[in-house]
């Protein structure tokens, strides 16, 4: 009898696992019905021996001190700031929008000042009710139209005015010359990997795991007590109001007997391209070798569910499933797939780590 069955060993099913394991000297078994750990995060050397994110760039970012000194337990740090480009008029300028960006874009001497005044006569002040509103109200239809609009149809198939602020919000513009992507205190790629790191923290005498193994193989034949469930929400209730949609990416991998491709992890192509950016994860993972794999993200509405899409009508049938799984005892849902949201890693670590610590408390409360 295992005390805890965990469905997924990506970051949420492992961190659990390894909780419930170490701390709570419970019995785990985790299954996954991929062929290895890290779930979204997996990274794996290719043929050529390039290290690859297998679902697209994985960048580490946080504010959050408890989850990296948490992780930081399983990985050292390769130090990387992530820096974007975007493809746009024929230049690859620096994303999100800056102060070299608008300099370089229209060929001006913008200042920090100079560029709040050409923006304010840009921005289209409005109630923030959308993700175009967001940009719209920040910089104007033009930039918004070079940058945005044409990347977001094609990331989720629906138009920046169709899709909740949060989406766009995730984008800063800076009146500064500061080009990180992310801003956050903690930054940095697992020196060996994230497939490494999640191998670790499954690495545990209490912690079974069982790999191209289905929850529903398996949920009738192995005995457990509570079950925590990282999968997609609808599909736990065999979609009884509906499919919640998803957005997927079709990558296309391709090795080149040449040191470097491009001059950052990440190119974005907002125009006439069919994929939305190209990556090289070289310059983010610090690998040294003559070759090089770019890999090409082209969106596509079948396939893996890879992004929850948040617009209203999601949220609400999402709701109809969050107040199922609320009435259920001792199962608990967790993760980007089973609560619907449109979390980064840590916040995924965050989430789970809370919910250990729910556990915990009623384990305590019940022993009292
Ligand atoms: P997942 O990683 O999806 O793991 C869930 C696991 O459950 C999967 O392995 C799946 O096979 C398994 N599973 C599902 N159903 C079943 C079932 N019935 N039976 C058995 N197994 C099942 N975050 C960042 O912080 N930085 C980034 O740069 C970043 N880039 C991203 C790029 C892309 C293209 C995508 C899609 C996501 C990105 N993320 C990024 C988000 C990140 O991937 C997630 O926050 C995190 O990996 C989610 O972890 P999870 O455990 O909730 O889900
Ligand atoms: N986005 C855009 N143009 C870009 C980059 C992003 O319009 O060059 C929009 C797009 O809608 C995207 C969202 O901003 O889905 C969030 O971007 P982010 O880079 O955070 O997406 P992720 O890395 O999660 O795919």
Request: glycine letters at 4%; a negative charge; hydrophobic letters at 35%.
């Amino acid at each position: 009898m295992f005390d805890y069955l965990i469905v997924g060993a990506g970051l949420a099913g492992s961190t659990l696992a390894e909780r419930l394991a170490s701390e709570k000297n419970a019995k785990v078994l985790v299954v996954d019905r991929r062929s290895h750990v890290a779930g979204n995060a997996y990274d794996c050397y290719d043929d050529s021996g390039v290290l690859v994110h297998r679902y697209g760039a994985h960048l580490f970012h946080t504010n959050d001190r408890e989850v990296y000194l948490y992780l930081s337990q399983f990985t050292d740090w390769h130090h990387y700031i992530h820096r974007v480009l975007s493809w746009v008029d024929g230049q690859q300028l620096p994303f999100p929008i800056n102060l070299d960006t608008l300099n370089q874009l229209y060929g001006l001497s913008l200042t920090e000042e100079t560029m709040k005044l050409f923006l304010d006569e840009r921005a289209e002040a409005q109630e923030i009710k959308n993700s175009e509103n967001v940009i719209v109200g920040q910089v104007g239809k033009e930039l918004y139209e070079k940058f945005f609009a044409n990347y977001t149809r094609k990331q989720w198939g629906l138009s920046a005015a169709e899709l909740e602020p949060e989406v766009c919000a995730r984008i800063p513009v800076r009146f500064n010359r500061d080009s990180r992507y992310f801003t956050d205190v903690y930054q940095g790629m697992p020196k060996q990997g994230y497939s490494r790191m999640i191998e670790r923290m499954l690495q545990h005498p209490n912690i079974k795991l069982m790999l191209q193994t289905d929850f529903t193989e398996i949920r009738h034949l192995i005995p457990y007590k509570q079950l925590i469930y990282t999968g997609p929400i609808d599909e736990y209730f065999n979609y009884a109001y509906g499919r919640l949609p998803y957005r997927s990416l079709r990558f296309e991998f391709e090795t080149l007997a040449q040191e470097s491709f491009q001059p950052a992890c990440v190119v974005n192509y907002p125009n006439e391209f069919d994929f939305t950016r190209i990556l090289e994860m070289k310059h983010a993972t610090g690998q040294k070798c003559e070759v090089t794999t770019i890999v090409r993200e082209y969106p596509v509405a079948e396939g893996e569910p890879y992004y929850p899409v948040p617009a209203k009508k999601n949220r609400e049938l999402y709701q109809r499933y969050a107040e199922e799984a609320a009435k259920m005892d001792k199962v608990y849902f967790v993760g980007r797939l089973a609560q619907y949201r449109y979390l980064n890693m840590d916040q995924v670590v965050r989430e789970a780590l809370d919910l250990f610590a729910r556990l915990r408390s009623q384990d305590i409360t019940r022993r009292i």
